[in-house]
RNA sequence: GCGCCCGUAGCUCAACUGGAUAGAGCAUCCGCCUUCUAAGCGGACGGCUGCAGGUUCAAGUCCUGCCGGGCGCGCCA
């Protein structure tokens, strides 16, 4: 339950009191209208701008209205003052018994804490990851991974229902290539062709991929068909050693996003939508709509290609819906362009009935954006709308110092390396401390250090904290029932320090920030929040070495301290809570 | 040239979709361990939010124009 939420219904029930009464005039917007805590906690405990939005249109002064309707909230149930500030604030003090109604929500929740009904079981589509089948994936992917994964998660616990997709880019000409680079590998198995001829292969680009992850391909085939592709024409093999090719590197991926804890739902091929007819199927629509149309394109400006000259194409009204220039489906070979599969894919999706569609790309897909928003319009008359999260670049570090990359030398750093290195948890966390569109460090000494400023750290030591206190508990209150839901139970209104109530009012948060993370489609916010409850929680342990009366477990208190540690479980509930949706294991020792 | 993203403390970054006096960490300086994990905590210092206009009760946030950085720009995916 978001606390602010509830707040803000019962501040609209009083607006539409003073509209009742006859104070305010009928139909106006509130939709702007927030409840939110403060910035500055001397202002209270919530605070709504109402007023200052509502009195104009209602031919008010703010500060006027504000101290009417402050008078009315004051009389609301759990508000111990309204009080009006600044420009026309009301700011609202809540009793203390309201706060601690939240800890025994959050204790008897467990980490279903802060699950909302917000989404309202409407269906969410989050495409993510999307890796082309033709190698291992970088680090660049498990950013993409992590952050689709993560974001899907936050929209179930929002109360969204979720599908994780991957769409397989398995037709065009980069399998085509992969194919080649595999049947090579193959003829290399076959002691067909040495290593020398390959490398010469490679160096004149004559075989696009040449990473070592193909050799057990090459070997597959071998053992598959033996000499039976070894002089036949392409034509004759380049089909099912692709096939072969693309499945074996499917195989791969999916292994590597096991490890790293990423799983999908729906998995659709590029190729399987080709030959089942469905682009064929979205472009005849499409043209039934008056929306696709041969023509010729304006060369980009001051760009001066050096090749181009004007020729017609088949294209997409794009510029329809907002993107800058119509696109082209068809190649001149005849065979559908990368974006005509996508649309079909896009249509897929709507027809399938979602009508709110996520898409997580790498930074280098943002010219790419546009002209799908314009194609999920199209497909949906407007009533479907693509979210695309652009994740920037990962640095990876070691000690500060870049790590160098690079495929011929061998030391390219794969997903799985870094998994393997520092561990999933690790990783997965480390990739939700910056916002998607900023770049973000991956230094691998500080991402294992034990230090305030490594953030992972820093969270899952308030965790193991919290959880050592309650081991502890239990030897200095020995047979007494600990239980979270026992501790929900107890008399926790003792717990009137305000460092206390301070930490109830961060855990008491989680709800709505889940709610308006879930919106902003912004993961990230999840782990500076995790951040700020560990910190409050590192802060008040260290205020009771100063002051004994702070302490968690006071053994001639055991009504003070079986209090204390229901806040001691709330942070560990809501730490895990977090942890949950980012897909990561709360320690609970630290070794 | 056009489009998208970004520009916030010396450094790395937040800022709850427009709210009040812009916040953390690192670095620097000063404090806190006979007591639940000091692998931590508290305090000080640090700002014309790139620049200039505009919108309004209110702008880091929205609009316009510049400056600077990244990405992209007809049959690659």
């Given at each position: 339950m978001n606390i602010f939420a509830v707040y803000k219904d019962l501040v609209l029930a009083q607006v539409a009191a003073l509209v009742s009464e006859g104070s305010l005039p009928d139909g106006l917007d509130t939709g702007r209208l927030t409840v939110e805590p403060p910035r500055d906690p001397s202002h209270g405990d919530m605070a709504t701008n109402a007023a200052m939005v509502l009195a104009k249109p209602a031919g008010l002064k703010p500060r006027d209205l504000a101290e009417r309707l402050a008078a009315r909230l004051a009389t609301i149930s759990g508000v111990t003052a309204a009080e009006v500030a600044g420009p026309g604030f009301i700011n609202l003090r809540l009793s203390a018994a309201i706060w601690i109604g939240c800890l025994r929500d959050c204790l008897r929740a467990g980490p279903g804490y802060g699950d909302s009904r917000m989404g309202n079981r409407r269906k969410v589509n989050v495409e993510f990851v999307s890796a082309n089948p033709t190698g291992p994936m970088h680090v660049g992917h498990a950013r993409g991974a992590v952050v689709g994964d993560v974001l899907a998660a936050l929209l179930e616990k929002a109360g969204f229902r979720v599908t994780r997709e991957y769409y397989i880019n398995d037709a065009g000409a980069q399998v085509d290539a992969l194919a080649r680079a595999a049947h090579a590998r193959y003829l290399q198995a076959l002691g067909r062709l040495s290593d020398d001829d390959l490398a010469g292969m490679l160096a004149r680009k004559d075989l696009e991929y040449g990473g070592d992850y193909l050799v057990p391909v090459g070997q597959a085939l071998a053992e598959r068909v033996e000499d039976q592709y070894a002089d036949a024409p392409e034509a004759q093999w380049l089909e099912p050693v692709r096939d072969l090719a693309v499945e074996m590197m499917l195989d791969r991926i999916r292994d590597d996003l096991d490890a790293l804890g990423v799983r999908f739902d729906v998995f659709t091929s590029e190729r399987g939508l080709v030959a089942a007819g469905r682009v064929d199927g979205t472009l005849a629509w499409l043209e039934e709509q008056g929306l696709i149309y041969t023509g010729v394109l304006e060369p980009p400006k001051g760009k001066a290609p050096e090749d181009w000259e004007p020729r017609p194409q088949t294209l997409f009204r794009a510029t329809d819906y907002g993107d800058d220039v119509d696109r082209p489906v068809r190649k001149s070979d005849g065979s559908w362009t990368y974006f005509a599969g996508d649309m079909a894919y896009h249509r897929d999706k709507v027809e399938r009935g979602f009508e709110e569609l996520i898409n997580v790309f790498g930074a280098d897909h943002g010219g790419y954006v546009k002209r799908l928003q314009a194609v999920v319009k199209a497909v949906s008359d407007g009533r479907a709308t693509l979210d695309v999260k652009l994740c920037q670049l990962v640095k990876l570090l070691d000690r500060g110092e870049p790590v160098k990359m690079s495929k011929r030398a061998g030391t390219f750093v794969t997903l799985r390396d870094v998994v393997d290195r520092v561990g999933k948890d690790v990783v997965r966390f480390i990739m939700l401390t910056r916002k998607n569109d900023a770049s973000l460090d991956f230094d691998f000494a500080k991402v294992t250090e034990q230090s305030r400023d490594n953030p992972v750290w820093y969270v899952q030591y308030a965790h193991a904290r919290a959880c050592s206190v309650l081991r502890h508990a239990g030897e200095v209150?020995?047979?007494?029932?600990?239980?979270p839901a026992a501790l929900a139970d107890g008399p926790l209104e003792v717990l009137d320090a305000p460092e206390d109530l301070e930490v109830v009012r961060v855990l008491a948060g989680w709800p709505r920030l889940v709610e308006s993370a879930a919106e902003a489609h912004e993961p990230h916010r999840v782990a500076y929040y995790m951040a700020e409850v560990a910190g409050a929680f590192h802060g008040l342990w260290t205020k009771g070495k100063d002051d004994t009366e702070l302490r968690f477990l006071i053994p001639e208190d055991e009504t003070r301290s079986l209090a204390r540690l229901a806040l001691v479980q709330g942070v560990a509930t809501v730490i895990a809570s977090g942890l949950q949706v980012f897909g990561v294991q709360p320690v609970e020792e630290l070794r």
């Open positions: 209150f020995p047979g007494r029932d600990l239980s």
